[in-house]
């Protein structure tokens, strides 16, 4: 079953432009990661963020969460063509899985 | 190794025949995970092995499906009587500790069911 689910599904944005991702999920959580594909296969982790943690920052990445909402966002800045790529968000709600949603697709315009 | 490996990247079989897809994890990883990616979807949760406890099957979609883990180690996930539906891609991953840091993915085993 989907536990995250992205919005939008897909984004184009002009590059050095930034670029916002959302992610809503249904149940209780400790933890909440976001992941990055490219070409369709393996998947890279990019930052992982706790129930009580509500915002993070890694290079040019910022996740914020909002537990009362159950929700999201991933935020790319000054974005770069290397950044074309599909971005999954995954929840843990402790039972030692991590479900995925169905992924952003994001493109960068030169 | 240095990653998760697996093998085949890519395989295509006739339907009904059996498939053996395997995922060497990170040396020293316990938690060992398999998922399914069809086109342009999410991942789908198949199987987790969690050092030596009985495995959590709660994701395997049929009873073709099964996987093992050899020595805490090395997986193999086998599907039998292959269907056009089991067109995927399998992607194994693995991680140090179960629910405390993300996961380190395999690049995938392309399955196609002709």
């Known amino acids: 079953s989907q536990q995250g689910e992205e919005d939008p599904q897909a984004l184009s944005i002009q590059e050095g432009e930034n670029a916002t991702m959302n992610c809503s999920y249904k149940t209780s959580i400790n933890n909440l990661q976001w992941y990055r594909q490219n070409s369709g296969r393996g998947l890279v982790h990019l930052i992982l963020?706790?129930?009580?943690?509500r915002e993070k920052h890694s290079g040019r990445l910022r996740v914020t969460l909002d537990t009362s909402k159950k929700s999201s966002s991933l935020l790319i800045t000054a974005s770069r063509a290397a950044d074309t790529a599909s971005y999954f968000c995954?929840?843990?709600?402790?039972?030692?899985?991590?479900?995925f949603g169905k992924g952003t697709r994001l493109h960068i315009l030169p | 190794g240095a990653g998760v490996s697996q093998s085949p990247s890519n395989k295509v079989t006739e339907k009904g025949k059996d498939v053996e897809l395997r995922c060497d994890p990170i040396s020293g990883h316990t938690a060992l995970y398999w998922y399914r990616q069809s086109l342009g979807q999410g991942l789908e949760f198949l199987i987790y092995f969690q050092g030596n406890s009985a495995p959590d099957k709660s994701g395997l979609p049929s009873d073709r499906f099964s996987a093992e883990r050899t020595g805490g180690s090395v997986s193999t996930l086998t599907i039998q009587r292959t269907q056009q539906e089991d067109s995927a891609v399998y992607l194994c991953?693995?991680?140090?500790?179960?629910?405390?840091?993300?996961?380190?993915f395999g690049s995938g085993t392309r399955l196609t069911v002709v």
């Open positions: 995954a929840t843990d709600a402790g039972d030692d899985k991590i479900i």
């Open positions: 963020i706790r129930s009580n943690e």
């Open positions: 991953a693995s991680s140090l500790v179960s629910g405390l840091g993300g996961y380190t």
